[in-house]
């Protein structure tokens, strides 16, 4: 492997598999693979790779960017009863999805296949809300979903990103200069 595994060649464990490089890659040329503990890694397929950098330029491990502020604006709401019985963290992510739903956005969070796995996916309607709903407490994988979402941003549109502080970081990564 060439350019991309630096955080991996530097330590493994320091890879979060948040999936920006794969997002920021020209030629598709990372995919990212499990290992036998069941955590996703990049690989690169050497003879697709152009050696651009891209892949460690956008890596939120490799290029951290912390910009909490000593005051950060503050927001509170309370989901309906009901709500809160069927979600996570007391029914926020439905309530604000529903308002950007309905402001023609799309929600992206984390779903299960058929086969018990997670994959970010995108909602378009309310409908089918029910799909992100609930923690997951698994490594799920972001695939494309960052440039899906910065497509949509470039077109004006809301969205509502839902996910891990490492691919949440690793979107910022791609909305900031890749892909």
């Given amino acids: 492997m060439r350019n991309l595994p630096k955080v991996l060649a530097k330590e493994k464990k320091l890879c979060t598999g948040c999936g920006a490089c794969l997002n920021v890659c020209p030629v598709n040329a990372i995919t990212m693979q499990t290992d036998r503990e069941g955590f996703a890694y990049p690989e690169v397929q050497e003879e697709r790779c152009l050696d651009c950098g891209l892949c460690e330029k956008q890596c939120p491990v490799l ?6 502020t000593d005051r950060p604006e503050c927001y509170a709401m309370m989901a309906q009863d009901e709500e809160r019985q069927t979600s996570s963290s007391g029914g926020f992510v439905p309530v604000v999805a529903r308002w950007v739903l309905r402001q023609g956005g799309s929600v992206f969070g984390a779903a299960w296949d058929a086969d018990w796995n997670v994959h970010h996916i995108e909602i378009t ?15 799920g994988s972001a695939e494309q979903s960052y440039q899906l979402v910065k497509r949509k941003l470039e077109e004006g549109k809301w969205v509502l990103f839902t996910g891990l502080p490492c691919q949440v970081a690793g979107l910022y990564s791609v909305l900031k200069g890749g892909g």
Avoid: H, R
Avoid at 125 to 139: A, C
């Fill in 125 to 139: 309607n309310e409908t089918e809300l029910y799909k992100i709903k609930g923690s997951k407490y698994l490594q």
């Fill in 63 to 68: 290029q951290p960017e912390y910009s909490n």
